[in-house]
């Protein structure tokens, strides 16, 4: 009971939780309580979320069953229950599913359901299915009943099948029989919801198990199932069906509620199957070889693949063109019946994805009918059945139509048959009128065809067509068929069963339309309002249905549309018709020859025509009468006018007749152009034309009048034309009649025919629009502005509402939406004559479209331009052309792609509505484009698209799965631009597709994307998806997200439903009265556009891609938008131009490493680089920017350029933060021809480069290499300015990146072809090596050297001046070891080289100094001049290219970064030479003061505090202290000692100021490498002159040092240097230490001690992590190379040594990372093996005793620092750390057990001995010996409890015992732990005697008098006569003679601690009296 007490206190989760099971029964019993107690948001559910999987699980059954209850109440009732499915299920599935207890499967069945009715049924399902693979057969059979349980109750709705049908087979095929069982039972119930399309699927398992499950099947009911369990979301459904099962019982229906079984197709079921590559590798090869047996197994092959139901979408086009072949021109039937197969396979397993074949293929079967085996026709059947499944019939129409001409009786039956399938399977929506109309006219014809095959065939389409469309839709084409035949139509429609037992369309109210034609004749006449509609009669015999009235529409008696079809009739005939109805008298009189009594007969006669009854006219024989002599030329006026009123008055009333027409109209035309009676003719034709139609009269009218050469008809006749236009209106005008009679009356050259011609033009145009014009391109240009400005005058007009003909009797405003959607702009372009182009469409022509060589593909693009434009509107069936052009929109060559894109706008124009069937071929690629990287192709793509929209509409573009995978492609662009063009498109539709469903997905993507244009497109077009789907249906989709990415997606769907457009009501109702051609496309959509809110702001807000996106409209809406989409973008540019993208750099750099990008490699750069590239750059930088550095113009580069130098130092981390990508850009630049860009790119790589290196910042490899190769083929420029520039560049890249590293690239330059590159890249070699010593080159300096030595004997004169200067460059530095180096020569280079180093080696008489001055003033504008002159000695050529690098360095960095460059290539900078002026005016020197040398004798007083005026550059430096700076800095490294003194002593003055020493923040790196590279410049060529004086040298030497002694005394300052500075700054001074020619004088003895000074300087002040990198990095170059001093080795060991000795003091401020990086990578150059063949084992010991010490103060936690090194494996790093840091812990352990107060007993008796005067020596040398086994033991904290004097006494006793011991190169063991080798290194804190005050009046006394500073006192202090001297000379640093006597006085005070004792005697002041006074006289005699 105790034990139960304890759980029992316990909460319930704990309890849930606990090892003991009854605790965890009760706490689930608690639980389970709880949740059915607490409310759904209660926080109580997340405790437990994490535990729940542990009920399902429990080990305990009693528990598990207990813990299965509570978990399904808790998914019940839990909001966050959806969290816990999937580990819930997976717990279910093996651990419930296999328990014996069938209560336990029970609820775990219902946990299973309970989760899907939570919307989650997708992973139950995934969880269920991966339960049949476990190997328990008890847990296979508990899935599958479970599964079938799912099914049952809520349906194939939610229950997807495919899954379960794929696993159907394998669970049949199990050897339980309880699992084969079940799975029966599962068969069953999927066939219950999806019938017989389960049988596919199911039909390769056992033939047992197949009959068995067919006796089941047969049992399954034949109604409808419906779910029985409803989705939390379907609970409003699931009232609805509740409330209708109430109503209707158990026999209601309620399908329209909760039907539950939608159709399923068998194909959706099946798995695709990829057969492309299984094909055999020579199936192309044998299907076209000679013998028939290698074709024919080439194609059983194929039709072994083709077979699967299901085949994966890819590239069949060759596969499909090589079967057409077979079908086409294989002579083998066989053959051709099986290639008919294969294609009827492919068509059937592509379904739509075939499509885009289909038109190619469809032709090339239907020729091939001609084939009389039933066999081949068969198979051809079967194919091209297959073909049209997979399009529409609107494709196909056009092809068929083709045939349908076709001589062969078996093509037309066949081709009739075909059609007759084909509109069986359609509806009355995909069979409309404008598609009914050529095709009843098509088969009308055939009807008639004297084979019988064929009348049959046309007959049984025309009747399946009225059966489909209605008899409504297809009796007009039926006016001119005998009744028989009418008859047999209309009992084939009536035996016609439609798929699915559908109705229809129409057929039932068809039926009375034939008897009320019939009966019409009958009616009595009436009004001519009342009078039957005629105009529809001319309609009706083209093949268009007739449009109702408003107020026949609605009547239940249709208007008549019957033509009236009159015979001809004899003379007699009409004589006895007309005497029937004419009185005696008036036929009589009629040729009288008195003209009163014709005039009295023609008036009665008119009377008699005005009363008759309508039935009882006969028109043709009162016309005819008309004719009687002296009839139509009749003289009289009056009878004339008379006798052309009858004809009006008969046309209007009577049933009038084409035949009775025919009668007059040749008297009419002629009539026409008389003064008196063309009115009465003009009116006779109006009213026939009422009678007849406009369009039948004007094609006569026309004819007639061009037939006669009365020039007054003509024109007449154009005018009465176009008047009848605007009264009949346009349609049924056939304009191909008449057009080339226009052109002739364009020609003619009466004006009034041209001037009537022109406003029958302008008139058409009304109607037209701008379509009209192409036809008339060719004419003349005066001709042609005449036209033009007729149609100017049209523009803004509307065509007038039609008065006459059919519209007017029926009263009829409403001649209907319905036939404007039909015919509208389609039957204006149907009347436009359309050439067949396909012949003209070539092989040849398609084989140079698709040829490799780019200018042959462009020949080939060029003329099929030639032929659209030739032909100005042509057919559909253009050949291969569209597969042709869809290869070219993928071409590689984007000019090519923009020509392609061209060509389609002009198809789009030539072909017209017909374009649809192109759609899916070469329509959607053009999508694809859209997705490219250049701004112009996808603005060409855009009007392309829009072009072929205008003409197809969107239907078919929305249609099948294809814009849905375009949209699916990851690529910005593309989705921008699909995006805004569906914005503007899809409002204009009234109904869309439901295949648009299909984008929903790729739209919530794109709601997520990336890129912030794509999001906000996405969200722009989200409302419209919603106004044609439904906000259920998207809502519904997201079910498939993520949960993160849905609750995102539905808030925004949220936000869309409240702005969600109302539905258009399509642009057919716009205008309801005006046909729809009369607006033209582009003016339509700027109107639409105004209205739709969302697509303006679409348009306005990117011009740039609205501009691609627009159609080509003129007009000013377009332009009104221009302002806008500027300012747009002006405030776009705001912003920053580069962001920072977080790892954005290692992210690339890793990708590129992993292959994963393309490697920045290449010899001209790529379509595919310049992509990456802009793909990698969009997330970096602004999108305008973007747009102006990817731009085709050049001048939108200069702009990107200047933008990135403005903003250079504002942005200059994000500059850095995508350095990698800008270079990469600017190499791209350098393959540009345009000087200017090229001029402008390298203006900001100075400028790029000149701020990287002043903020410290080095280039990394991969940004190195993929720049300066690049660089290195711009210096063999042929430009001279260019070549300057790059050299700049290269001279500042040392700066950011080591030179070492710099060399193999210039290495490799010289392997150019370019003699100017191989010159100026060996330049640059001896440059580096003139600067940095032989340590740079690389790999080796001999391997380097025989290299450049082969350039000796080029055949280009500059290469091998340069190489030799180069090699004697290389003999400046190592002597004669440069003849080892370059190894063997031949006789003649090896005496040009000789000759050479001996002319460098003279020295010019009496001239040096004024050469050596003409030379430093003429190097700025000759760089080249160093090295075609011959040098005047040894050390002059690399003085020369250091100099040559050093004034372009000095220019660089004078240029502000925001200094506006001269505009123009010789513009002078005037305010750059005034500030070179003024720095000019600040190095002249003084007037040197006239002094008594007598008083020089006298004491020397110290003078008064008085400040000097300050010089110009400080007034500049508080101006502008950057540049000032950069100006001093530059004059350091001059060649000049006094220029560079200047400098530096101007440098000390700021750094001793405290107040202004803040101005070299930023510069420190600067400086320092400055004066590396004087200190360089010293050593190699100051020491060797020997016309310089060495004090001279030595005072340079004491300048530089003792300004970097003051620097790296300012900490800020020390601290900023960065790894490569100081790595170079060590190498210097320890060359300096070297020097031998130092160490000679008295002077070097101080240089050194100096040096040593500032190198324990550097070492305790600058970075530690900087210094120890650089000094592993220098150990590391210097045993590699084999030309450096071992010494130098030994000397960068003593300062590792140091360093580690102070490691304990700096390890806290060490990174440790890099350390151990760069620690790798020594070892990595020096493994064990190669550290022991080394000479000496130093390096090996120093390398241990760093790693030694570096684990021994960070632990083992120092292997976490190894994050840098990328392969820790392959390094011996990470094993060595390893084992250090084991042995370092077993020494711990063994250091813990010695006492620590040992060492303080062993020294007290070291230290006694030592007191003792006896025992003194001994004491000191056990010290000596204890220090030695006791390195870590601080002396210093042992020694302070002892006297000063005792200190002192042991100090300098080690001190003496080091030296006699012969240790001299170790300094002596400082009390203070100080480790000191060859004066190398520093106390780290300053000795207490410089901190004294009269060490400050020392320095302050030294360096006014140094600076010039006027003295008043008469007296100076005594001994300060030694530093006089300096007063000669301009303002420079401290001479060697006070520094000497100055570090003499530190050194000496640090060992005495005695006061500073007096000065030199005076004796010794007169001899530097003497000295001084011959300095004075020499300095004032150069002066002068």
Not at 1355 to 1363: E, F, I, K, P
Not at 1384 to 1396: A, G
Not at 1548 to 1558: G, H, N, T, W
Not at 1809 to 1833: A, C, M, T, Y
Request: net charge neutral; with cysteine.
């Amino acid at each position: 009971m105790g034990d139960d007490s304890d759980w029992m206190k316990l909460p319930v989760d704990q309890k849930c939780e606990h090892k003991v099971w009854k605790a965890r029964l009760n706490g689930y019993e608690e639980a389970l309580k709880l949740f059915q107690r607490i409310d759904d948001k209660s926080p109580e559910w997340a405790k437990y979320q994490g535990i729940i999987k542990k009920f399902v699980t429990d080990s305990n059954s009693v528990a598990q069953l207990k813990g299965l209850e509570a978990v399904l109440a808790y998914v019940e009732n839990a909001h966050v229950a959806s969290r816990t499915v999937g580990e819930v299920l997976s717990g279910v599935v093996c651990k419930v599913f296999n328990q014996p207890k069938a209560r336990a499967k029970e609820l775990a069945s219902d946990i299973c359901l309970m989760y899907i009715e939570i919307e989650k049924a997708d992973i139950v399902q995934e969880e269920l299915i991966k339960g049949l693979e476990n190997k328990n057969p008890k847990v296979v059979v508990a899935c599958v009943e479970t599964i079938r349980r799912t099914l049952c109750e809520f349906g194939s709705k939610t229950v997807t099948l495919k899954p379960i049908v794929k696993v159907l087979p394998k669970l049949f095929e199990s050897r339980e029989k309880a699992v084969r069982d079940e799975a029966k039972l599962l068969a069953v119930e999927v066939y219950r919801w999806i019938r017989d399309s389960l049988r596919p699927s199911l039909q390769n398992i056992n033939s047992v198990q197949l009959k068995e499950l067919e006796e089941e099947w047969v049992k399954v009911p034949s109604s409808a199932p419906r779910q029985s369990r409803f989705l939390r979301s379907q609970q409003d459904l699931r009232a609805k069906f509740e409330e209708q099962q109430a109503v209707a019982g158990s026999d209601g229906d309620c399908e329209d509620v909760a039907d539950s079984a939608p159709q399923v197709d068998p194909y959706e079921l099946q798995d695709p199957v990829e057969i492309l590559s299984k094909l055999p590798k020579d199936f192309y090869v044998k299907i076209e070889a000679k013998k028939w047996q290698e074709r024919k197994e080439a194609l059983e092959s194929l039709a072994t693949l083709a077979k699967h139901p299901k085949l994966d979408n890819g590239d069949y086009g060759d596969l499909v063109r090589a079967l057409k072949r077979v079908i086409g021109k294989d002579t083998n039937v066989i053959l051709v019946s099986l290639a008919a197969k294969c294609l009827a396979g492919l068509a059937f397993g592509l379904r739509k994805n075939f499509g885009t074949y289909a038109g190619n293929v469809v032709p090339t079967i239907l020729d091939k009918f001609k084939e009389k085996k039933p066999a081949v026709v068969q198979s051809l059947q079967e194919a091209i059945d297959a073909v049209f499944l997979t399009t529409t019939l609107q494709n196909l129409s056009e092809d068929m139509l083709a045939v349908m001409d076709n001589k062969n009786p078996s093509i037309k039956q066949q081709a009739s048959l075909f059609l007759t399938r084909c509109i069986h399977l359609s509806t009355p929506s995909t069979l409309p009128k404008s598609l009914l109309k050529p095709l009843c006219a098509a088969l009308l014809k055939q009807v008639n065809d004297p084979a019988p095959e064929v009348r049959d065939a046309a007959i049984k389409a025309l009747g399946t067509a009225m059966k489909v469309a209605g008899e409504k839709a297809v009796n007009p084409f039926l006016a001119d068929l005998d009744k028989l035949k009418v008859d047999k139509i209309k009992e084939i429609a009536s035996n016609v069963e439609l798929a699915g037992g559908k109705k229809g369309g129409g057929a039932e109210k068809g039926k009375p339309v034939p008897k009320a034609q019939s009966e019409a004749p009958a009616k009595p006449a009436g009004p001519p309002k009342n009078a039957p509609v005629y105009k529809d009669v001319g309609v009706a015999k083209k093949g268009k249905p007739g449009a109702e009235g408003g107020a026949g529409a609605k009547s239940k008696k249709p208007a008549v549309t019957k033509e009236i079809v009159e015979t001809e009739l004899s003379v007699e005939v009409c004589d006895e018709l007309a005497a029937a109805v004419l009185p005696a008298s008036c036929v009589e009189m009629l040729d009288s020859s008195n003209w009163k009594e014709r005039l009295a007969s023609m008036e009665e006669f008119y009377q008699v025509a005005e009363q008759m009854d309508i039935s009882a006219m006969p028109c043709q024989a009162l016309l005819r009468m008309l004719a009687k002599k002296p009839g139509w030329k009749e003289t009289n006026f009056q009878v004339m006018q008379l006798k052309l009123q009858v004809v009006a008055v008969v046309a209007q009333r009577g049933r009038f007749s084409k035949t009775s027409a025919s009668v007059v109209l040749d008297a009419l035309v002629e009539k026409m152009g008389d003064v008196k009676c063309g009115g009465k003719a003009k009116d006779a034709l109006t009213a026939i034309g009422e009678a007849c139609s406009l369009s039948w009269i004007a094609e006569q009218v026309v004819s007639l009048a061009f037939a006669q050469k009365n020039p007054k008809n003509q024109a007449e006749a154009l005018n009465w034309l176009a008047n009848a236009m605007k009264e009949f209106g346009f349609t049924g005008i056939n304009v191909k009649a008449f057009i080339n009679h226009v052109k002739t009356a364009l020609g003619a050259t009466n004006p009034a025919i041209r001037a009537a011609a022109i406003s029958l033009l302008g008139v058409m145009y009304l109607y037209m629009g701008a379509s009209l014009r192409m036809f008339f391109e060719d004419e003349k240009a005066a001709l042609l502005a005449q036209i033009d400005a007729e149609f100017e005058k049209m523009q803004g007009q509307t065509p007038p509402a039609p008065t006459r003909g059919s519209i007017k009797r029926t009263g009829g405003q409403e001649e209907g939406e319905e036939s404007k959607e039909e015919g509208g702009a389609g039957d204006i372009m149907d009347l436009l004559p359309r050439t067949d182009i396909s012949d003209k469409i070539t092989e040849d022509m398609v084989s140079k479209v698709g040829d490799k060589n780019w200018t042959i593909r462009k020949e080939g693009l060029n003329e099929v331009a030639a032929v659209l434009s030739e032909a100005k509107f042509i057919k559909p069936s253009v050949g291969n052309l569209p597969i042709t052009l869809k290869g070219r929109l993928s071409d590689s060559n984007k000019i090519l792609v923009q020509q392609t894109l061209s060509i389609m706008q002009q198809m789009a124009t030539a072909m017209g509505p017909a374009l649809k069937q192109h759609v899916k071929t070469l329509g959607i690629p053009v999508i694809t484009v859209l997705g490219d990287i250049k701004t112009t192709v996808r603005a060409a793509a855009m009007a392309t698209l829009n072009s072929w929209v205008e003409q197809t509409g969107m239907k078919e573009w929305l249609e099948g799965e294809e814009l849905s995978e375009e949209l699916k492609r990851e690529n910005p662009f593309l989705r921008q631009e699909v995006l805004g063009w569906l914005a503007v498109h899809l409002p204009t539709m009234r109904s869309v597709p439901s295949d648009l469903m299909l984008c929903v997905p790729p739209l919530f993507g794109c709601l997520e994307d990336r890129n912030v244009d794509v999001r906000k497109r996405a969200q722009d077009v989200l409302p419209i998806f919603m106004m044609h789907l439904g906000f259920d249906k998207m809502n519904k989709a997201t079910g498939k997200l993520k949960p993160a990415s849905k609750d995102q997606v539905v808030a925004m769907l949220d936000k869309a439903r409240d702005v969600m457009p109302a539905k258009s009501a399509g642009p057919a109702k716009a205008a309801p009265t005006k046909p729809v051609s009369s607006v033209h496309p582009a003016k339509a959509l700027a109107a639409l556009s105004r209205t739709q809110a969302p697509i303006e702001e679409y348009a306005v807000a990117d011009p740039k891609k609205a501009k691609p996106g627009a159609l080509p409209a003129k007009g000013k809406a377009a332009a009104g938008k221009k302002p806008l989409g500027k300012g747009k973008e002006e405030e776009d540019k705001s912003g920053p131009i580069f962001t920072m993208v977080p790892n954005g750099k290692d992210l690339r750099v890793k990708d590129e490493k992993s292959l994963k990008t393309l490697k920045w490699n290449f010899g001209s750069p790529r379509d595919e680089y310049v992509e990456q590239l802009k793909v990698q750059m969009a997330p970096c930088v602004a999108k305008w920017l973007q747009e102006e550095l990817f731009h085709h113009d050049f001048q939108h580069h200069i702009k990107a350029i200047n933008s990135m130098i403005e903003c250079l130092e504002e942005e200059h981390e994000a500059t850095v933060a995508c350095l990698d990508l800008v270079l990469k850009w600017y190499t791209l630049r350098f393959f540009d021809t345009n000087t200017s860009v090229l001029m402008k790119a390298l203006e900001y790589l100075k400028l790029l480069f000149l701020s990287l290196s002043k903020h410290n910042y080095h280039l990394s490899e991969q940004e190195a290499n993929s720049f300066i190769p690049y660089l290195v083929l711009k210096v063999g420029e042929s430009k001279d300015v260019v070549r300057k520039d790059v050299r700049a560049i290269m001279g500042m890249l040392c700066k950011v990146y080591p030179a070492s590293r710099m060399f193999p690239f210039l290495m490799e330059g010289t392997k150019s072809k370019n003699s100017k590159q191989r010159a100026e890249c060996l330049e640059e070699l001896g440059c580096l090596i003139g600067f940095y010593g032989m340590s740079v080159c690389q790999p080796t300096a001999a391997k380097s050297l025989k290299e450049i030595a082969v350039h000796i004997g080029d055949r280009d004169t500059s290469v091998r001046n340069t190489a030799l200067n180069t090699v004697v460059t290389v003999y400046n530095v190592c002597g004669e070891q440069v003849y080892k180096l370059i190894g063997h020569l031949s006789e003649k280079d090896m005496s040009m080289l000789e000759e050479r180093i001996k002319r460098s080696a003279k020295t010019p008489a009496s001239t040096a100094p004024t050469h050596k001055q003409g030379e430093e003033k003429a190097l700025p504008t000759h760089p080249n001049a160093s090295l075609q002159q011959k040098p005047s000695n040894r050390a002059q050529p690399p003085i020369k290219l250091s100099q040559i690098r050093l004034n372009a360095l000095v220019q660089s960095q004078q240029a502000e970064p925001s200094h506006v460059c001269p505009v123009g290539e010789f513009h002078l900078d005037l305010d750059l030479l005034e500030q070179l002026e003024s720095d000019q005016t600040s190095v002249v020197l003084p007037d040197l003061v006239k002094h008594k040398l007598g008083d020089l004798l006298d004491p020397v007083i110290i003078p008064e505090p008085k400040l000097r005026p300050v010089p110009t550059h400080f007034d500049e430096l508080h101006a502008c202290p950057s540049s000032t700076i950069n100006l001093v800095i530059s004059q350091v490294a001059s060649g000049d000692i006094n220029t560079s003194m200047q400098a530096l002593a101007q440098i000390d003055e700021v750094l001793r100021q405290e107040s202004i020493a803040e101005v070299m923040v930023g510069h420190t790196d600067q400086f320092l490498i400055a004066t590396s590279l004087q200190l360089r410049l010293a050593h190699s060529t100051h020491m060797a002159d020997t016309r310089l004086p060495r004090e001279d040298i030595f005072k340079l030497y004491s300048c530089a040092i003792g300004n970097m002694l003051t620097l790296f005394g300012v900490a800020r300052l020390a601290r900023e240097a960065s790894m490569g500075v100081l790595k170079d700054l060590v190498q210097g001074l320890v060359t300096v230490l070297l020097d031998p020619r130092i160490e000679e004088s008295q002077e070097g003895q101080q240089l050194i001690r100096s040096v040593n000074m500032l190198l324990r300087r550097l070492f305790e002040a600058s970075d530690q992590t900087n210094i120890l990198s650089a000094l592993l990095v220098l150990l590391q170059d210097s045993l590699l190379s084999s030309a450096d001093n071992p010494k130098f080795s030994e000397l960068i060991m003593k300062c590792l040594w140091r360093m580690i000795k102070f490691l304990p003091e700096t390890i806290s401020s060490l990174t440790l990372d890099k350390i151990l990086l760069d620690v790798h990578n020594f070892m990595k150059l020096f493994p064990k093996d190669r550290l022991r063949q080394l000479k000496t084992d130093m390096p090996h010991r120093t390398l241990q005793t760093l790693l030694h010490t570096l684990c021994r103060l960070a632990g083992p936690t120092i292997l976490d620092h190894l994050s840098l090194i990328e392969n820790k494996s392959e390094s011996e790093l990470e094993a060595h750390l390893k084992r250090v840091v084991k042995s370092a812990k077993t020494d711990r352990e063994t250091a813990h057990t010695v006492p620590k107060s040992k060492d303080a007993e062993v020294l007290g008796e070291i230290f006694k001995k030592i007191s003792s005067k006896e025992n003194s020596e001994e004491g000191v040398s056990k010290l000596w010996e204890f220090k030695q086994r006791h390195p870590d033991v601080d002396l210093a904290s042992h020694l302070k409890k002892l006297p000063q004097t005792f200190q002192t006494f042991v100090e300098h006793s080690l001190n003496k015992l080091c030296t006699e011991r012969g240790d001299k190169a170790r300094t002596p063991y400082l009390t203070t732990g100080t480790h000191n080798r060859e004066g190398v290194g520093l106390d780290p804190t300053p000795g207490r005697d410089e901190l004294r005050p009269s060490v400050y009046q020392e320095r302050l006394k030294i360096l006014r008098q140094l600076h010039g500073l006027e003295n008043n006192k008469p007296q100076q202090r005594e001994g300060e006569d030694e530093r006089t001297g300096l007063l000669s000379k301009p303002p420079v640093a401290p001479s060697m003679d006070v520094l000497q006597s100055k570090m003499s006085q530190i050194l000496y005070n640090r060992q005495s601690q005695d006061q500073r004792p007096a000065r030199p005697a005076d004796s010794s002041s007169t001899g530097n009296l003497a000295d001084l006074m011959k300095r004075l006289q020499k300095i004032k005699g150069n002066q002068q």
